[in-house]
């Protein structure tokens, strides 16, 4: 930041200094001239012509260095014939005259004097009582005129060399100062690396407050990461404790019923496995996938299985076929195939399943949501009794067959992705509706 920060204030500076040396300079000359210009019309003004024709001035010119030899200030006239009419400064040297015929002023620099540069203008005029054409003609070394631009030039120069220097210090003071929150931020992350903090800390400049609070929020995702991972090796290790009790107690006393009690015991296990898996692979797609399952299919699909294992219950879908979900075909798929199949186990006959999309707010386009509401005709569940029965093993209906895992799952699932679902009394079977609502997709 600083090497390019001197770069271009380098440049712009240089620029700059270009132009306003340029600027300058042809203020001075233009002054320079003035001078001359004055001095060249004060000769034309004073000029007449004399009884032998030759050019004479009225009154002497007031400028003293006209009557000093080699002065640097010089005036000649010339034209008509005559011997050309110069002041003494120049002696024994003579002005070379241009190359024009017009009456305009021209102005020139000439290296004639070999030993001095010299600033010349001259202008063509007519006197009275006189036919002929003479050359005026006055000039001045260009000593002063650029020693006048030398001084310029080097003040410029150290003027906005100094400018520079102090523009490189403020730009490294800035960057300096200004990324200096940036290495409390690095020592806050190292801390936090060794373990000395938790979180990054929070009092920072504006500008990066919002890096800090995603940082944090890493942070905190990781230690929920974490957290979960230790709580489902727990809950695996819990769920296999017992059968794995059932199975050791069966064979210590050398049961006959050892191979259906570790049958029975195997796929509970099994059950409990696959619950975790299920899971386990939906916290990892969470974190790489931004999938876009479509519902319909997949809802037909499931009704077409479970119109199969079921074959005395009819499953009836409708609502919005072009609904997406934002979650994996699979994890979509295991989901509803939990809800249809527990209506359709504990129903009465008749399965509903409704898709409807929820819009979010206006500013915050793809915030909606999908619900898909899955009514049923059966007993339903008391409402006291409806948030336990999301807890692993929890059965209402002990007669038939499963493992109380499938709500459970449901809702570990639709958790993961940022849904939900929750239990209701359905208006129009009466039995039990399922509300799940997922993360809608474009």
Known sequence: MIGIASLWIGVLLLLGGLALDRVL????????????????????????????GEVRFIQPLGDPRFLEPYSGFYWQVSGGGQEP???????????????????????????????EDLRVLERD???????AVWR????????????????????LALAFAALGAGLVLMA????????????????????VREGRESRVETNVPGEIEPLVAELNALLAHNENQAEEARRHAGNLAHALKTPLTVIQNEATANSEALPRVVMREAITMRRQVDHHLARARAVGRRG???????????????????????????????GARNAKARLERQDLDELLGNLVENAAKYGGGRVFVTVEQVPGPPALLGTGFVEILVEDDGLGIPEAERESIFERGARLDTNKPGTGLGLAIVRDVAEIYGGSVTLEESEDL?????????PAAP
């Open 288 to 318: 790489v996938s931004q999938a876009r399952t479509p519902v319909w299919p997949s809802l037909q699909s499931v009704e077409r299985a479970v119109s199969h294992l079921y074959p005395n219950v009819t499953v009836d879908i409708s």
């Open 85 to 115: 009419f110069r002041s003494r400064s120049l002696w024994d040297r003579a002005l070379r005259a241009g190359a024009h015929a017009d009456q305009a002023i021209h102005v020139y620099d000439s290296d004639e004097f070999a030993d």
């Open 136 to 155: 005026f003609q006055v000039a001045s070394t260009r000593g002063g005129l650029d020693q006048q631009i030398g001084v310029l030039r080097s003040t």
């Open 125 to 131: 005029a007519r006197l009275p009582g006189s036919d």
């Open 430 to 438: 009466g039995g039990l509706l399922a509300r799940l609502r997922l």
């Open 25 to 52: 300079t042809q203020a001075i000359t233009r002054n320079f001239d003035a001078q001359l210009e004055y001095a060249l019309t004060a000769m034309i003004a004073s000029s007449e012509i004399g009884p032998d």
């Open 172 to 191: 490294a003071l800035q960057a300096t100062f200004g990324l200096w929150p940036l290495r409390r931020v690095r020592r806050a992350i190292a801390a």
